[in-house]
């Protein structure tokens, strides 16, 4: 089952699991926190999915909260892989880590989407931390469309950057959430496509001619 599920994840993140066990657990939670949410699955169904008892699960983990805290720990991980200070001018190189950016933030899109402070509001680690992360994705954005500007990709004024870099991330992230209760029966892969054309309908106005043939390549890919 986990090889077959495992294709709901992309694999820029998919790389960085084993088929040890805890990281199996960690693909089952992961896939299953998506598609339900983090409040609405139990250890149980967890453990299900990967094909093991409750027990074992316990042994490697002490409560979802300590899966949830391993899932950020690796969401950084994974993303920072891809975003290591890269001042390529290319066209191509940028806009493949834009994308490869995306489908990170997708493939551990519960994080961004879930409310925890209910759950953990005896505990605000957590709720710090993913304070922390969505801070970190506001100033990437802007650095990113800062970057495509100054490369030639987009053609933008100077005091627009921030409010694109905005719209570009509110829409990134309403999309996590409005995709799950408005279409919870369509295939993953459809709804992780369906949000990044989203975000290239914004950003193509202000694309290069260039840009855009070269996205409309890399789109035949996914």
Request: hydrophobic content about 40%.
């Amino acid at each position: 089952m986990i090889q077959t599920d495992s294709l709901q994840l992309t694999h820029q993140s998919l790389e960085f699991f084993s088929q040890k066990t805890k990281d199996r657990i960690l693909i089952s939670s992961l896939i299953l926190f998506n598609e339900g949410g983090f409040n609405n699955v139990t250890t149980a169904s967890i453990a299900k999915h990967t094909g093991i008892l409750e027990g074992t699960l316990w042994y490697h983990f002490n409560s979802k909260k300590d899966i949830l805290s391993n899932h950020i720990q690796l969401l950084q991980k994974v993303f920072f892989s891809v975003n290591q200070q890269n001042k390529s001018k290319d066209f191509e190189t940028i806009i493949n880590e834009f994308f490869q950016s995306y489908n990170i933030i997708w493939d551990f899109r519960y994080i961004l989407r879930d409310n925890f402070q209910k759950y953990f509001e005896d505990d605000k680690s957590i709720s710090k931390t993913i304070t922390d992360i969505n801070n970190y994705l506001d100033k990437w954005a802007e650095n990113r469309i800062l970057h495509s500007h100054e490369s030639g990709l987009i053609k933008i004024n100077s005091n627009e950057i921030e409010n694109l870099s905005e719209i570009t991330l509110i829409i990134g992230r309403y999309w996590l959430d409005f995709s799950m209760k408005k279409y919870p029966s369509v295939n993953i892969s459809l709804l992780r496509l369906k949000g990044l054309k989203h975000i290239i309908t914004i950003l193509r106005p202000y694309l290069s001619a260039k840009g855009i043939t070269i996205i409309k390549k890399i789109l035949k890919q996914y």
